[in-house]
């Protein structure tokens, strides 16, 4: 989701490399290029978002008014709860090819209906004092609710990127997504450069699935002009 991914989706915001070897618990610090499974996971409309808090669909701009870019990094904290979450669940950051930006890979396997009374959480962290701390974004919702009646038009398009159902089980992906694919980035983001996009899914106390996205905001230049679509890859 940024899934559940604002990144995803903003993803920014909505956002969050598997060489060898699965999730673990515990963080992992990411390469520049390819980056490991590793992090955590209310709303309130951002500056510069329209129809974002009224449910009303924004204004989507095309890729060539946005004056900035946003460039996945690496995932932090990814911590699956192995009753819910299959071993060949991950999230990865990796590059597919030299002239593009880094995609994000993402496979959710439930292994079975997650209890109804679960809730997703998603928060956009900023960077301050080398600290990632609450941003402007803030959603806690009912699991099933989301998916079924969403209808805000980033959350909305999170549950569609990987096409989620309820009752929430069985395998949920996307592959090299990026968030200019999504469509829906307004085109002045407001925060630093440096941010993160936080999932957090829990049944009453126990956590099922945790993670986060980190992603650069490059404002260095506008962002060339394009087609994209989502969960696919996109012509540099």
């Not at 009912?142 to 009752?167: D, G, H, Q, W």
């Amino acid at each position: 989701m940024w899934t559940l991914g604002v990144l995803a989706g903003l993803v920014v915001h909505l956002a969050l490399a598997r060489v060898g070897a699965r999730p673990g618990p515990r963080a992992r610090q990411a390469a520049p290029v390819e980056s490991r499974v590793g992090s955590p996971a209310g709303h309130e409309r951002p500056a510069g978002w329209p129809g974002l808090a009224s449910g009303r669909r924004p204004h989507l701009p095309s890729r060539s008014s946005q004056n900035y870019a946003i460039i996945l990094e690496s995932v932090e904290g990814y911590d699956a709860n192995p009753e819910f979450v299959g071993a060949d669940s991950f999230l990865r950051i990796r590059r597919s090819d030299k002239a593009s930006y880094p995609g994000m890979y993402h496979t959710m396997h439930f292994l079975k209906p997650l209890p109804n009374n679960s809730i997703v959480e998603v928060i956009v962290y900023e960077m301050q004092d080398n600290k990632m701390v609450p941003s402007w974004l803030k959603y806690k919702k009912n699991f099933c609710e989301y998916v079924t009646s969403e209808k805000r038009p980033i959350f909305n398009a999170l549950a569609k990127l990987y096409r989620l159902r309820c009752p929430v089980e069985g395998v949920f992906k996307v592959e090299n997504w990026r968030p200019e694919d999504s469509g829906l980035l307004p085109p002045i983001l407001p925060g630093p450069d440096r941010m993160m996009f936080g999932v957090h899914i829990t049944t009453d106390a126990t956590n099922i699935l945790k993670y986060g996205v980190i992603f650069n905001v490059d404002r260095s230049k506008a962002v060339r002009g394009g087609g994209g679509r989502p969960g696919g890859k996109t012509q540099p």
